[in-house]
């Protein structure tokens, strides 16, 4: 399994297939790919600069014209369907392998499909990635190898030390000519953008 593309099945990641490529070529990391709802699905796209440089308005934008044309030309999905782009935020989901070794050290949760061990929801701090499982070390010491191929959800829990984390790893998007002090990032400046719409396209007729 590539680690620079989210672990899915069916429909998502038959999209994710699709875009993939088109974002990385833009300077783009696809995070989670989501189709919600059957009458008129919503296609929800995370995504990350590159560049480590926080997703702005007009990167979603750029990303919602780019998909809209993708899945206008592939068509995977019939009748209408809506396309909402976001950045993960700081409590991001943990989708990739290259995200459980990014945010290793860091408190997390995940839940399974099956069982592992008894049990299907953990807690505990990241350890990184190795042979297809996440690697968590939980409250009680023990270390727990959980299969991607298994993982329902995961998600990093919002601490203070992945809020100073984040704002070390993230630099805002800037123009080579602004000049000016510049401030501490706080927690707002992290949070994901609002989910940018994209259009809800209707399927072509043939």
């Not at 875009?19 to 995504?47: K, N, Y």
């Not at 590159?50 to 997703?55: H, P």
């Not at 609002?194 to 396209?201: D, E, L, T």
């Amino acid at each position: 399994m590539d680690a620079d593309l989210p672990f899915l099945s069916g429909l998502d990641a038959r999209i994710a297939a699709m875009v993939a490529p088109a974002l990385a070529d833009m300077g783009f990391d696809l995070v989670r790919v989501a189709v919600l709802g059957r009458e008129s699905p919503t296609v929800q796209i995370m995504a990350d600069r590159m560049d480590g440089a926080l997703l702005a308005i007009e990167d979603c934008e750029q990303i919602s014209h780019a998909v809209g044309a993708i899945l206008d030309v592939e068509d995977p999905l019939p009748g209408a369907w809506t396309l909402e782009v976001s950045s993960p935020g700081i409590d991001r989901p943990l989708t990739r392998a290259k995200d459980w070794e990014r945010f290793a050290g860091h408190l997390a949760r995940a839940e399974m499909n099956m069982p592992i061990e008894g049990r299907k929801r953990f807690a505990g701090i990241v350890l990184g990635a190795r042979e297809g499982c996440g690697l968590m070390r939980l409250d009680d010491g023990s270390e727990v190898a959980l299969p991607f191929a298994e993982m329902r959800k995961a998600r990093l829990v919002l601490t203070d030390e992945l809020i100073a984390a984040s704002a070390r790893m993230m630099k805002p998007a800037a123009g080579p000519d602004e000049t000016g002090p510049e401030e501490d990032p706080s927690p707002a400046e992290d949070r994901k953008p609002a989910a940018k719409p994209g259009r809800k396209s209707a399927r072509k007729a043939n």
